[in-house]
């Protein structure tokens, strides 16, 4: 397996080699980036999983293999040149269409026509040799066997003809091809099912080549099938896929040609053609998982690498109208010291007691910033706090609380506040996203955060490994202190479990803050290889070994204590001093097992040890005024920030609880491939409104310089996220005409419109 992996993703065997020995000692895919990049001659992250994924498909199909193998030697098929061939298959594909002939068949009407007696007439029609079908059937005639009559004789050999045809490994690969590059997958809408299914109106009539077909629109059609609203086909023009096959059965125009030209058209229709949709169907699915895949992965680590805005004081806020907001204060280690509910939506008397309610906590917890959610009554709440009249600066900052409440029902939340109740436990996580989203985001499944395409219409198992994967790449990135982290944000460094995890938060409980990394070998269970693998990530930022807060790997610290002695200076004034730094002669540390890249990875770690990588946290402010949908219009030049990439655009929050779309075509004044190439999840963006559909609650956005003419029905017109895609122009359907609306002079709105420059 390993040269079928070098060779697949054109990387060195000794490469592969290393990484595949590591992996099976147990190590984990940061640790081997990060501190084994010897061995594997400096691959990433990226590398080292794709030589993990690429190893565990040629086990599967290795598996395939032998249980092939094993079936054909069992049931007497087993030949020394089927062996090879079995042997020679390099991917699942191929080895299913070799053993596709010999594996047990339920009955078919092949199998019942050999039962009659009729496969040599079948090999003699085969044979095209210009013979009399009539004459060649008459001996099979039999009605004691079920063949009463010379075409029945004829109907049964064609029978077994069109089975061999379908089984035959040059026709399904021929087929298989023209079904991938020739194929057009085509939808519409059940009938009767119009009105019911309206949200899938823009596939009722649809056609395109699967070869093209964006991953999105796969999912959707996919989606609406599934749910009894649309029909789904693709396949290719029959008389060119029946074309194919008659190249390959066919020899002439003889009596017998045409029996075998008859059986190879039924062959296609009944049996190839089924067979090639599923297949394509399936290969298609894959595709489109896939990419939905990597762009739920992209968002959810440019989520998580979100800006924090660090250890401050934070007062949360879950808005509601008629139940009230609740309202939770914490300190600098995230830790809840108060909790409360007001009133300021309810009644004009309730807000200014819940005006006086919010100053006095702010007042009475030094409160530093404020976060609210984004939710119902979000804009409507904001707006009222920072009309609080507080003793203090205060920064109030939109939280995006996608998933909060269904971290507020789970376990880890019931674990974390026994003693409160949904909403208390939401308002915290409000709270400590603000304050640190890589540690709060954690604690919940990832698609729940709202930043995924169909992630419920994909390979569950996929999704889960992916998104694995960046979570546990962010985490070890940022790196982990060991004094605050919670137990769910310890599980997903690199070498620790939930038992690990949790045997750690109970000897800090019982001990105190770890005062060294060295201290982590008394922790029950952390053995030897759990701390080769986890130390380098788990800082300690008062210790006082000044490298336990660092990057650097406990294994490493005898280079940099020998780099210190050399320049009779202390561990601490390298780190400190730019010039002691430079003064450092790398080659001087090489040894057999430590090169140049850790050395130099060492050196950098130290000009800025256990650095955030993080960007530096920046708020967004939404103007006033614009707080639901209907107070949008196009025109409308309004801030907003990025909650959604997907391959057809990004979405939008502009602060009306209804994210708008700015799709692929308006991202720039340029060609633009790919969403992700312009925008960033979290980044903030200012957008032009083009267009407002109230019905379906959607909103167009552009990015573009200038600002565009307003435009009917583009490709994906914008919408919640997520949503069902809609892949183009509705066919036949006029555009709507616009509301128009009178504005009070005097209105908020009003405002809102003068300060955008609109009015």
């Keep these: 397996m390993i040269p079928a992996t070098a060779t697949a993703l054109g990387i060195s065997e000794k490469q592969v080699q290393a990484v595949a020995a590591l992996l099976e000692d147990g190590a984990t895919i940061p640790f081997i980036a990060r501190y084994r990049k010897e061995a594997t001659g400096s691959l990433d992250e990226v590398a080292v999983a794709r030589i993990r994924d690429t190893l565990h498909q040629l086990k599967e199909l290795d598996d395939r293999r032998q249980a092939v193998l094993a079936s054909l030697e069992k049931n007497g098929h087993l030949t020394d040149e089927l062996k090879q061939r079995v042997l020679a298959a390099d991917t699942l594909t191929v080895l299913e269409d070799i053993y596709l002939p010999f594996r047990p068949k339920r009955r078919t009407r092949a199998v019942m026509a050999r039962e009659k007696g009729l496969e040599p007439l079948a090999l003699v029609l085969l044979e095209q040799k210009g013979t009399d079908p009539q004459a060649e059937a008459l001996p099979f005639v039999d009605p004691e066997k079920g063949v009463a009559s010379v075409d029945e004789a004829l109907a049964g050999a064609r029978d077994i003809i069109a089975e061999m045809t379908s089984e035959d490994e040059a026709a399904r690969s021929a087929l298989r091809d023209l079904f991938f590059t020739k194929g057009m997958v085509s939808c519409r809408v059940v009938m009767g099912m119009e009105e019911a299914g309206a949200k899938f109106r823009d596939y009722f009539d649809w056609k395109e080549p699967v070869a093209t077909v964006p991953s999105h629109r796969m999912l959707a059609m996919r989606r609406g099938e599934k749910e009894g609203f649309l029909v789904l086909a693709i396949a290719p023009e029959e008389p060119d896929a029946i074309a194919i096959l008659e190249r390959l059965f066919v020899k002439g125009d003889t009596e017998d040609a045409v029996q075998v030209a008859l059986a190879v058209k039924d062959s296609y229709k009944r049996l190839l053609s089924l067979s090639m949709e599923t297949e394509t169907r399936l290969a298609a699915k ?9 762009i739920f992965a992209e968002n959810l680590r440019q989520l998580l690498l979100a800006p924090p805005l660090g250890a401050k004081r934070v007062m949360g806020i879950d808005p509601g109208f008629r139940t009230g907001c609740k309202v939770v204060c914490l300190d600098r280690q995230g830790k809840l010291l108060c909790w409360d509910t007001v009133y300021p939506h309810f009644s004009e008397g309730r807000e200014q007691a819940a005006a006086d309610r919010i100053k006095s906590l702010c007042d009475q917890f030094e409160v530093e910033a404020i976060a609210v959610g984004n939710g119902t009554a979000g804009r409507e709440t904001e707006a009222f706090v920072k009309a609080v009249a507080f003793s203090r600066p205060v920064q109030v900052v939109m939280v995006n609380e996608s998933g ?3 971290y507020s029902a789970s376990e880890v939340a019931r674990e974390e506040f026994p003693d409160h109740d949904l909403t208390v436990r939401g308002s915290v996580s409000i709270a400590r996203r603000l304050m640190d989203p890589l540690a709060e985001l954690v604690k919940s499944d990832p698609k729940s955060i709202g930043v995924g395409q169909y992630q419920h219409d994909v390979s569950p198992a996929e999704l889960k490994q992916s998104l694995d994967d960046v979570v546990v790449s962010c985490v070890n990135r940022v790196g982990v202190d060991l004094n605050r982290a919670s137990a769910q944000l310890l599980t997903y460094v690199s070498g620790l479990n939930a038992g690990i995890a949790k045997n750690i938060l109970v000897y800090r409980e019982a001990n105190g803050p770890f005062a ?10 952390f053995g030897p290889k759990t701390f080769e693998q986890s130390a380098g990530f788990l800082r300690i930022p008062d210790a006082a070994n000044p490298l336990d807060a660092s990057a650097v790997h406990p294994e490493s610290y005898a280079i940099v204590e020998a780099m210190a002695k050399d320049l009779g200076k202390q561990v601490a004034d390298i780190m400190h001093q730019t010039d002691l730094r430079k003064q450092v002669d790398l080659s001087a540390y090489v040894t057999g097992t430590v090169g140049l890249p850790t050395l130099t990875d060492i050196l950098d770690e130290l000009a800025k040890p256990g650095r955030d990588p993080r960007q530096a946290f920046e708020s967004v402010s939404f103007i006033e005024g614009i707080n639901t949908i209907d107070d949008v219009q ?5 801030p907003g920030i990025v909650t959604n990439i997907t391959a057809f655009g990004a979405f939008v929050d502009i602060g009306v609880h209804q994210d708008g779309l ?3 075509s308006q991202m ?6 790919s969403p992700a190439d312009i925008v960033k999840v979290q980044q903030r963006v200012m957008v032009t409104v083009l267009e407002v559909d109230k019905e379906r609650k959607r909103i167009s956005l552009s990015m573009k310089a200038e600002r565009p003419a307003p435009t009917a029905a583009r490709e994906e017109t914008a919408g919640p996220s997520p949503r069902p895609d809609t892949p183009g ?9 616009k509301e128009k609306r009178n504005i009070p002079a005097n209105s908020a709105l009003a405002e809102a419109l003068r300060k955008s420059g609109l009015t």
Excluded: C, N, Q, T
Excluded at 729 to 737: D, H, I, M, T
């Design 516 to 525: 060294s990394r060295e201290a982590l070998k008394a922790v029950p269970r």
């Design 404 to 406: 909060a409440s269904i």
């Design 634 to 638: 196009p025109g409308m030049k309004l």
């Design 662 to 664: 700015v799709h692929i």
């Design 286 to 294: 894959k595709k489109a998982d896939a990419e939905a895949i990597r």
């Design 729 to 737: 122009k509705a066919k036949g359907k006029k555009p709507e005409k």
């Design 668 to 673: 720039a004044d340029r060609f633009v491939k």
